[in-house]
Structure formats: C-alpha cells, structure tokens
C-alpha cells in the first residue's frame, strides 16, 4: 500500500532554533514530493520537488529530496512563533493524486 | 475574494441523516478535489474531478457521493452518516487540466462535520 511517513509527530522548541522535519515515501509511480503548511485552517503550499539533490528554498525554509532513500526533509532556520503548524509532506503519485503523510506538529515557544 | 469557498464551515448533525457540502471555486482551475482530514490530522484523498469528470474514486462507501455541476463546482453528499464520519472535508482545486504539474493544491479552509 503507498504510504508517506513524516517524523516526528511532534515537536516542540524555542524560538531562534533550528529543525529539521522529515519525510519518507513508498509510493507506486511517484512523481514529486510536496511540503505544505497548516495552521488553523486550510493547508498552504510551500515546495515542490522533483529532481533529486536540489534544494530548494524559501527565504528560512529549505527543503531537498533523496530519491534514493525516498525521503526528504524540510528545515527552518531561525524559528518564530509564526512557524507554529502541521507540517504536511505528501508525494505526487501518477497524475493527480497526492498521498499524504500524517504531519509534523511543530509548536515554537518564544 | 475566496479561491476556494465551502460551505458550511460547521455542521453538526445525527447519525442517519443526511447531509451536502458545497465547494466552489473561482480560480478558473479545471479539477477538483475532496480530502478528508481525520481526527489524527491524516489528509486522505476521496474524489478529484477533471472539468465535470470523475478521475479519482478512492475507497470510499456508496454513502459518499460527488457531483460537479460545472467545472467551477464540486460538491459532497453524504447519506446515512455515521460517527466515522466525523472529520474535516477539505475541497481543493489545482492550475492545471488533467494533472496537479505544479504541485500546488489550493485548498478551501475546510468543513467541520461532527455526526452525534
């Protein structure tokens, strides 16, 4: 069965920290891997990556994929309270259909 | 402006009944989607709907039922809900006909349905 798996489940720590959240996948006809943010309500999108080894970035947030490993992690540097969310890793299989991990509770303290 | 717009936000019902959640969206986007998010936070695809067709069905009761009126629409109605039904539906839109190429899901802000 395609599954994603993200860890850990929860995390908490203080502002100016740095973490790293991770992600491994184990889908039939992958395609990409997609980080997405959730605070209170709807789910944001924050990277997409399909090419192994590159990174991406977006001002603190970095992320990079390993196709070898299936995995990917998800860092921010610098943390602020605002950080605070569900951090959702999910993988692109075939045309349409993400498959979601069950997220990352990450709570920064000031 | 909403992009993605459901409605209700909230809906508290009994078991047995039945009920529908709306989606909207004035993207101009061509598939839509719906997700359920369980109590545990587990974002769990049910339907995607390319231009008024049906692309994904995933292993949901006959109880679960989608239409799409128009490409701009995709709603839910579920019958005879039962306590597991209990959980947040999330409707969802992607840019691109045919295939989520960019990645980017925009999601609705979701539709709490507690079933007593």
């Known amino acids: 069965e395609d599954k994603v798996v993200q860890s850990p489940l929860s995390l908490v720590v203080h502002e100016g920290d740095t973490v790293t959240l991770n992600c491994s996948y184990e889908?039939?006809?992958?395609?990409?891997l997609l980080w997405y943010k959730q605070e209170k309500k709807a789910p944001t999108f924050l990277f997409m990556l399909t090419s192994s080894g590159i990174e991406k970035k977006s001002g603190r947030l970095s992320s990079i994929l390993d196709k070898k490993e299936l995995s990917s992690i998800l860092n921010i540097t610098a943390t602020q309270t605002g950080d605070s969310a569900i951090y959702l890793c999910a993988s692109l299989q075939g045309a349409q259909k993400l498959v979601f991990g069950q997220g990352t509770r990450l709570t920064i303290n000031p | 402006d909403t992009a993605v717009s459901q409605t209700p936000k909230y809906l508290v019902t009994q078991m047995g009944n039945d009920k529908s959640i709306k989606c909207e969206q004035n993207l101009g986007h061509d598939t839509m989607y719906w997700y359920k998010q369980d109590s545990k936070k587990f974002l769990k695809i049910m339907f995607s709907y390319n231009n008024k067709e049906l692309i994904i069905n995933e292993t949901v009761p006959n109880r679960f039922s989608p239409k799409s009126p128009d490409k701009a629409h995709l709603n839910l109605h579920i019958n005879s809900l039962e306590l597991g039904d209990s959980a947040v539906y999330f409707c969802?839109?992607?840019?691109?006909?045919?295939?989520?190429?960019?990645?980017?899901?925009?999601f609705g802000e979701g539709s709490r349905l507690t079933v007593l």
């Open positions: 969802a839109s992607s840019p691109r006909g045919g295939g989520v190429d960019t990645g980017e899901l925009f």
């Open positions: 889908v039939t006809n992958f395609r990409s």
